[in-house]
């Protein structure tokens, strides 16, 4: 298994830009969450999503939206790039069903924003 | 909501002396611990769980962890240090119990001197 993917690792955007950064599971996980890593501020929950269909906003979602369409993937849109949006941007799954509270973590996207 | 506590940013240990990082928790139902682990531009790996089974909680690589509910406190431990343990730790507990997000502390940075 591949566990937890990302893509890109790294990415410059201009201010204004909009992109949308991947994450892919391939452990059957229900719940998906999307963290940004800020120094000194420990990992902070953007969205989230407990099933295909179903999301809802963490603690600091303003600026990104999210969907999902199927249970593998689980990407997140940045609308309008500002620059308080540089950080490291973490994708994560779980299977509390399974017994699994635990998450298991992507490499990460770095991302800068000019 | 649930959250934890890191005291002390940074620890400084010498190779083979024992390690403890702090962390306290609050919670006002029993709550799932985890202590992860990030190497230097990588992403976070779990070293290990509570999740309300056996109170002394062994990781992988040496670590290990006691849940003690008096004190409301999760501290990690190993006894003695390796240069490879140099890395960030951060201790996390699970919203609500629910599974579909971490709450992390600030994280405590890891130097391990000859």
């Known amino acids: 298994n591949a566990g937890v993917t990302q893509t890109p690792k790294f990415q410059v955007l201009k201010t204004g830009q909009s992109m949308t950064l991947q994450c892919a599971q391939d452990?059957?996980?229900?719940?998906m969450s999307w963290y940004r890593q800020d120094p000194g501020m420990g990992l902070r929950l953007i969205h989230y999503?407990?099933?295909?269909?179903?999301?809802d906003q963490g603690e600091v979602p303003n600026g990104y939206n999210v969907s999902r369409s199927t249970t593998e993937d689980f990407p997140l849109r940045l609308l309008s790039a500002a620059p308080s949006q540089t950080s490291v941007y973490f994708c994560?799954?779980?299977?509390?069903?399974?017994?699994?509270?635990?998450?298991?973590f992507g490499p990460g996207t770095r991302l800068t924003v000019t | 909501a649930q959250s934890v506590t890191q005291l002390g940013s940074h620890v400084s240990v010498s190779e083979g002396a024992l390690v403890l990082l702090r962390c306290n928790y609050s919670?006002?139902?029993?709550?799932?611990l985890f202590w992860y682990v990030q190497y230097p531009n990588q992403g976070l790996q779990l070293l290990l769980k509570?999740?309300?089974?056996?109170?002394l909680v062994k990781g992988i690589n040496g670590f290990e962890a006691e849940f003690k509910k008096s004190e409301t406190s999760f501290h990690l431990t190993k006894p003695s240090a390796h240069m490879r343990d140099a890395a960030e730790y951060f201790c996390?507990?699970?919203?609500?119990?629910?599974?579909?997000?971490?709450?992390f502390g600030k994280g405590t940075s890891l130097l391990v001197t000859p």
């Open positions: 994560a799954s779980s299977s509390p069903g399974r017994g699994h509270y635990e998450q298991y």
């Open positions: 452990m059957n996980h229900e719940y």
């Open positions: 999503s407990v099933g295909a269909g179903i999301t």
């Open positions: 919670s006002s139902v029993p709550p799932y």
């Open positions: 509570y999740t309300s089974a056996a109170t």
């Open positions: 996390a507990v699970s919203e609500t119990n629910s599974g579909y997000a971490l709450n």
